[in-house]
């Protein structure tokens, strides 16, 4: 794999939409270019459907091997659900399709579209398959769980105890209220900071310098972005510093500023796509 096929794909798809919120879109577009430049094996695009077949046969016209399925991952860590029983009722619930969902993956290899089909995967595997660190992945599926049992604690102290109306409430998407505490949006803010290159959440210790494992994937995807084209490599750091400062703040008129501003760097920097 060389960089001038990963530049290659990126001007390829330069006026497709890959995702309709632009933060994302300009994130997949690196995590394009780093599978074909052969940094990653495989990656996957998850924007509910927009222009994916378009990319589909452009990424096949340049020598992938691809995949469509329903989601990135399919089934819970069975490990957590033994901890808190309650959670099967969560899974039970996650298990109904709600809507017609669709992610491309895209492998440079045929044997790991192989290993890809029909294979259900958790959060964990599909984290280990793209090429995040071991680290990331372990705290980011901790972080979930630690999320779902505040939720199903939540939802029992609504409705009470009878799993009947437990799951009544999951499935009407009951309001509840959460502690602040549960979620790690201090890791997603930090992430974008230091490492905006990378597809991850980074976990604490990569954040706080004990292990290399993030910032050594943030320098070798940076130098791929610079050469990919450098009003990305720009674009990518002007953009992750705007994701920060909007976790970092709940003002509505602050955030719906923030967006406004992302989506204009996202139009002037492809105005060849034809947005929805």
């Known amino acids: ?12 798809t330069k006026h497709l939409q890959f995702c309709d919120i632009a933060a994302i879109d300009i994130k997949d577009r690196l995590g394009l270019g780093t599978v074909a430049a052969g940094l990653r094996p495989l990656g996957v695009l998850e924007g509910d459907g927009v222009e994916l077949e378009r990319i589909r046969d452009v990424l096949v016209d340049h020598g992938f091997h691809t995949l469509v399925s329903r989601s990135v991952w399919s089934c819970r860590e069975g490990r957590l659900d033994d901890s808190c029983p309650s959670l099967r009722l969560l899974r039970e619930v996650q298990a109904v399709p709600t809507k017609r969902e669709r992610v491309l993956w895209f492998c440079n290899n045929l044997a790991d579209r192989k290993s890809l089909k029909g294979r259900a995967l958790t959060k964990k595997d599909a984290g280990m398959l793209l090429g995040y660190p071991a680290c990331c992945v372990n705290f980011q599926v901790e972080s979930d769980a630690k999320c779902d049992v505040a939720f199903l604690n939540a939802v029992i102290a609504k409705v009470g105890h009878d799993e009947q109306s437990i799951l009544r409430a999951l499935k009407e998407d009951v309001g509840v209220d959460m502690p602040d505490d549960v979620f790690d949006f201090d890791n997603v803010a930090r992430t974008d900071t230091q490492f905006p290159f990378v597809m991850h959440v980074a976990c604490s210790p990569c954040l706080d310098g004990l292990t290399p494992l993030s910032a050594d994937l943030n320098a070798s995807h940076e130098g791929l972005a610079q050469t990919l084209d450098p009003a990305l ?35 002037t920097a492809y105005p060849l796509i034809r947005r929805k």
């Open 1 to 12: 794999m060389t960089t001038e096929r990963a530049q290659a794909v990126y001007h390829a």
């Open 233 to 267: 490599h720009e674009l990518i750091l002007e953009v992750r510093k705007l994701c920060a400062n909007l976790r970092m703040t709940d003002d509505g008129k602050v955030n719906s500023r923030v967006k406004n501003q992302i989506d204009q760097l996202h139009r």
